[in-house]
């Protein structure tokens, strides 16, 4: 009885345990419903504040207004890639044109220790004088000037071409003048063609304009005189002392340029001083191409030119700024070639001088400075003029390798060399060898021999 009941007692305390679970069945997702209702309790509890709310609700809006990146194609990337390059390019060129202070002047001077030429200069054809570009023009006036001391008519003849730069006013005043002389000699005597009077329309707005006219005419033999004016009877001697009677009598005469009745070798002389006068040029200071020769070196190419070598003065420079600025979006456009080669024109005529250095074959270089709108002959004949043997024959080699012919008139703006290049240099082959046959033993014992000229080499210099 006693184990019947304990068996009992069992299977209600069996039952009220709950129903039974298998050990392989998964309990994962009770727990997990467990866990969110949790958390769904927690979150329920933890309400965010009124500004945690206002601070999402802008930081939401910002995100939707932003917009959503642009996708470049290529030609877009190809534009902002030249876009760069030009900005790059306008921000060096204007850090490079503003005044530098002493810290960027020692910075440059490390970086540039030896620069490529001090300056543009300038010989007097009359003086043999050196020049800068500021002091060439009172230079030649002053020497001009000076001349008359020698020779009156030369130094009218130079005044009316040099200090006139109206080249049309220049000319008329040389057609009255030369006119002037020719009426002389067919009428030689004739006195009205040996008198000119000084405020006749023409004379004056021709003639006297012209600056070194009168001091031509001058130099001929004319001289001036006051004369009765034409039509008018002469007047006595006034004795008044009316101030309106003198003024009367004086107003009477005017002044006339006279010529002394000529002899048959003076007329001659005269034809001549007038062929002269016809011929005559503008006296211009000789550009000084500075020739100097360096040693080899891997800075051949590093180039640092002074402003003289600009064709724009600082406010110039300015407006060239702004306009660079202004085209930086339009120059990022694909342009067609015509557009380019306009837009090449106009960098070039920025230029007044180009400074070249050539490259020898021994790794010398030789450098000069030349007019931008100089041609390849000139360029051909200062390189001669420095080799030691400037008979032998040589080809000039722009960058790129490309042949610059010197038979073709060609400005150097127009071969891509303005305002700087490096060239090179190189001798006829068949001609080197037939040199080095000859005079192998002779260049064996002097040790090799330089190719430009004794005075280049005396004052090589060594770029850094």
């Known amino acids: 009885m006693k184990k019947f009941l304990d068996g009992i007692k069992k299977d209600m305390t069996f039952k009220s345990a709950g129903p039974g679970k298998k050990l392989t069945d998964d309990r994962s997702g009770a727990a997990d419903?467990?866990?969110?209702?949790?958390?769904?309790?927690?979150?329920?509890?933890?309400?965010?504040?009124?500004?945690?709310?206002?601070?999402?609700?802008?930081?939401?809006?910002?995100?939707?207004?932003?917009?959503?990146?642009?996708?470049?194609?290529?030609?877009?990337?190809?534009?902002?890639?030249?876009?760069?390059?030009?900005?790059?390019?306008?921000?060096?060129?204007?850090?490079?044109?503003?005044?530098?202070?002493?810290?960027?002047?020692?910075?440059?001077?490390?970086?540039?220790?030896?620069?490529?030429?001090?300056?543009?200069y300038f010989t007097?054809?009359?003086?043999?004088?050196?020049?800068?570009?500021?002091?060439?023009?009172?230079?030649?006036?002053?020497?001009?000037?000076?001349?008359?001391?020698?020779?009156?008519?030369?130094?009218?003849?130079?005044?009316?071409?040099?200090?006139?730069?109206?080249?049309?006013?220049?000319k008329a005043a040389v057609d009255i003048m030369s006119k002037y002389v020719e009426n002389i000699c067919k009428n030689p005597s004739e006195d009205k063609y040996r008198k000119l009077k000084v405020s006749n329309k023409v004379f004056q707005d021709k003639v006297v304009a012209v600056e070194g006219s009168r001091e031509f005419l001058q130099a001929l033999?004319?001289?001036?005189?006051?004369?009765?004016?034409?039509?008018?009877?002469?007047l006595p001697v006034c004795t008044c002392q009316v101030s309106s009677c003198v003024s009367w009598c004086a107003e009477a005469e005017e002044?006339?340029?006279?010529?002394?009745?000529?002899?048959?070798?003076?007329?001659?002389?005269m034809k001549e001083r007038r062929?002269?006068?016809?011929?005559?040029?503008?006296?211009?200071?000789?550009?000084?191409?500075?020739?100097?020769?360096?040693?080899?070196?891997?800075?051949a190419t590093r180039f640092q030119l002074p402003p003289d070598f600009y064709n724009l003065?600082?406010?110039?420079?300015?407006?060239?700024?702004?306009?660079?600025?202004?085209l930086v979006e339009k120059n990022s456009m694909l342009r067609t070639?015509?557009?380019?080669?306009?837009?090449?024109?106009?960098?070039?005529?920025?230029?007044?001088?180009?400074?070249?250095?050539v490259r020898l074959p021994d790794g010398t270089l030789l450098q000069g400075t030349?007019?931008?709108?100089?041609?390849?002959?000139?360029?051909?004949?200062?390189?001669?003029?420095?080799?030691?043997?400037?008979?032998?024959?040589?080809?000039?080699?722009?960058?790129?390798?490309?042949?610059?012919?010197?038979?073709?008139?060609?400005a150097l703006a127009e071969c891509n060399l303005v305002p700087a290049a490096l060239l090179s240099l190189a001798f006829d082959a068949a001609v080197q060898a037939d040199i080095a046959a000859v005079q192998q033993a002779d260049i064996a014992a002097a040790g090799g021999r330089t190719l430009l000229k004794d005075k280049l080499v005396e004052n090589i210099q060594t770029l850094t």
């Open 33 to 120: 419903r467990g866990h969110r209702s949790s958390a769904a309790k927690q979150q329920q509890r933890e309400e965010p504040s009124e500004g945690s709310q206002r601070a999402g609700a802008a930081a939401l809006a910002r995100i939707e207004q932003q917009q959503r990146p642009k996708l470049l194609t290529s030609q877009d990337a190809i534009r902002n890639q030249v876009k760069r390059e030009l900005e790059a390019e306008a921000a060096a060129l204007a850090e490079k044109d503003q005044p530098d202070t002493a810290e960027g002047t020692n910075l440059a001077a490390k970086e540039h220790p030896c620069p490529s030429v001090s300056g543009v």
């Open 337 to 357: 070639k015509a557009m380019r080669e306009r837009d090449e024109q106009r960098e070039r005529r920025k230029y007044n001088y180009a400074l070249l250095r």
């Open 313 to 326: 003065n600082a406010e110039e420079l300015k407006k060239e700024q702004q306009h660079r600025s202004d």
């Open 370 to 410: 030349f007019y931008a709108w100089e041609r390849l002959p000139a360029l051909y004949d200062f390189v001669r003029d420095s080799l030691l043997d400037g008979w032998q024959p040589f080809d000039l080699l722009a960058p790129g390798g490309v042949k610059l012919q010197e038979s073709e008139d060609v």
């Open 221 to 234: 033999g004319f001289t001036s005189h006051m004369l009765p004016v034409q039509g008018t009877l002469p």
């Open 255 to 269: 002044e006339f340029l006279l010529l002394p009745e000529q002899s048959a070798d003076a007329l001659e002389l």
């Open 124 to 170: 007097c054809p009359l003086t043999g004088a050196t020049l800068t570009r500021a002091q060439r023009e009172g230079h030649i006036k002053e020497a001009i000037l000076k001349r008359f001391e020698e020779d009156a008519v030369e130094a009218s003849v130079m005044m009316i071409h040099t200090f006139n730069k109206d080249k049309e006013k220049v």
């Open 275 to 299: 062929d002269r006068l016809q011929r005559g040029e503008p006296l211009r200071a000789q550009l000084d191409r500075r020739p100097q020769a360096f040693r080899a070196s891997d800075h």
